[in-house]
Structures are given as C-alpha cells and as structure tokens.
C-alpha cells in the first residue's frame, strides 16, 4: 500500500509512473490490433479480478477504465440478491433491490474520470438515481451530518458531508455509457462523486448510513484527502 499517494502531490509515484510507462507501450501496440484487441480486454479483466497486488489495475481496461480492488476477491451480484441497505440516522430505513432503484427517477450526470494512479476517462456518463433523493426517500434526521458507504467486497468504505451527498452531480449509479453497470466497473450499483478523484465512488455499493460526522474512508486512512476535490473552488 505505500506506493498509493496524496492527490495534492500531483501525480503518481515513481514507479508507478514508470510502471504505466511501460505498461501503457505495450497497450498502445495491442490497441493497433483491432482483431486482437477484444481477447487483450478480457483477459485483463480476468487477470484483475484474481490479482491481489492491484498491480494488473494498471492495464488498460475496456474504455480507458482499470480494474482495481483492495479486496483480494469480489464476489459478483445479480439483480436477484442485490441489496442496498439504507440507515443510520434516518426515519424510514429501508432495502433497495435493483428493480426498485431502477423505477425510481434517473439522473443521467456526464464527467472526467480521474484516478490519483494519473489515468483519466473523459466524459463518462452516469446515470442512476440521485443520492440526494434516496436520503430524502429516508428522512435524515436532524442530528445527521454525514453519509458513510460501505461495500459488498466486505473492506472498502468512503463517507461524505451531508452537504457534498445532496449535490445535484453525485449519484448512485446503475449506469455507464448508457449501459448497466457491470462487475468489473463496480456494478450492479456503485457511487459516483463528479466532483472528486475517483477514489470517492465507492465500488460495489451496499449500504449507505447517514452519521453524525465524516468518518474517513479506506484510503484516507492511508492519508488521502477526506474531501478529495478535482478543483479546490468546488
């Protein structure tokens, strides 16, 4: 984990840099290979998602995006056994299924990606249901200040302020480039924070509990910045 880095610093690490470097020569000559550029896709993917040292998250995955989890495994969910849990300090907790986001008003929100390892996706689309609207669907209590997410990879959470989570650009998302969100990319469901370095869109979304307070996520743990903003003015 030491090579992870402050996005104030500017850029990634060292050997993460050369790394990408290196990485990125040999993606560039797959890329002039139409005809095989579909077999390099998939079997990233398969690499990533049985890689405990994150380093596959490096490769290019399909659309620009990487694949990483600090979990050594993910276990997949399906429309069937998704659940997302809504609690804390609210009036109405409740249990979302899949269908039940998806009959709830959409919310499309279009923005750059950007990842602290120094890749970028420019104009990702979102779409899903505004997170705003879940926590209004729940009643936040008076004393609520704050929303902590947590994962069904069993590790990783990320929080925000009550005020950051009722902007009108952060989402909980069912949908990427117009299409469901699938594992890979941390469906069925996952958070999407337009604003803020990618590490804040919380991957494989299964709870959502409104606190008191901010309680810092996975990787400000590691000293990454709580807020996490793009730019500062936000």
């Known amino acids: 984990m030491t090579d992870r880095h402050d996005p104030a610093r500017g850029g990634p690490p060292l050997a993460r840099r050369v790394l990408l470097a290196t990485l990125g020569a040999g993606a560039a000559a797959l890329a002039a290979a139409p005809v095989l550029r579909g077999g390099w896709e998939s079997a990233v993917a398969a690499i990533s998602r049985n890689d405990p040292t994150g380093l596959s998250g490096l490769l290019p995955g399909p ?3 990487r694949y990483f989890s600090v979990a050594g495994s993910v276990p997949e969910r399906t429309a069937a056994d998704y659940r997302l849990e809504i609690g804390g300090l609210v009036e109405r907790p409740r249990a979302y ?16 990606v950007t990842c602290t390892d120094g890749w970028q996706v420019p104009g990702a689309a979102f779409s899903g249901v505004l997170l705003s609207h879940l926590l209004d669907r729940a009643g936040v209590r008076a004393q609520g200040g704050a929303v902590r997410f947590t994962c069904f990879d069993g590790v990783y959470s990320e929080s925000l302020t009550l005020d950051q989570a009722r902007r009108p650009d952060v989402l909980v998302a069912l949908d990427l480039m117009d299409a469901p969100l699938g594992h890979d990319r941390g469906g069925p469901v996952r958070l999407y924070v337009a604003p803020m370095y990618f ?19 996975y990787w400000e743990e590691y000293g990454y910045d709580v807020d996490g903003w793009l730019d500062r003015r936000a």
């Open 63 to 65: 659309g620009g995006f």
């Open 199 to 217: 590490y804040k869109s919380a991957k494989w979304l299964s709870g959502i509990t409104v606190t008191e307070q901010v309680v810092p996520g």
């Open 97 to 112: 299924t899949l269908a039940d986001l998806r009959a709830l008003p959409q919310t499309r929100v279009v923005g750059d």
